[in-house]
């Protein structure tokens, strides 16, 4: 089993950057693909971001594609989710999750997740 504990989220003024990180307790994290979520007020949790095991395959939803970047760092056990150009339609809380096999994007396929954090992007 794989314990999950995101940090980094806060307010951030909109076109800012943000890094969340994501550590992993337990011998398996560098064998399983992370995957980001996020959920706002009255919405569905939705998919972000995800990346296998190596780091060589990503996957992003297309409302973050080109300002979201998903890297891993194995040897610390930690995942970051690094946003730039924040919009307002960002803010929500962000969960790390994790399952044993592919990159995929649907909730329900992912075994783990962590508390979340909130991401407001205001003025």
């Known amino acids: 089993q794989v314990q999950l504990v995101e940090s980094g989220g806060g307010l951030v003024q909109p076109g800012g950057s943000l890094r969340l990180s994501c550590a992993a307790s337990?011998?398996?994290?560098?064998?399983?693909?992370m995957g980001w979520f996020r959920q706002a007020p009255g919405k569905e949790r939705e998919f972000v971001g995800a990346?296998?095991?190596?780091?060589?395959?990503?996957l992003y939803a297309d409302s973050v594609k080109g300002r979201f970047t998903i890297s891993r760092d194995n040897g610390k056990d930690t995942v970051y989710l690094h946003m730039n150009s924040l919009k307002p339609e960002d803010t929500a809380v962000y969960y790390c999750?994790?399952?044993?096999?592919?990159?995929?994007?649907?909730?329900?396929?992912?075994?783990?997740w962590g508390q979340g954090t909130q991401v407001t992007v205001s003025s």
């Open positions: 999750a994790s399952r044993r096999y592919g990159v995929v994007t649907t909730s329900i396929d992912y075994d783990y």
């Open positions: 337990g011998r398996t994290f560098s064998t399983y693909t």
């Open positions: 990346v296998n095991w190596s780091g060589g395959s990503t």
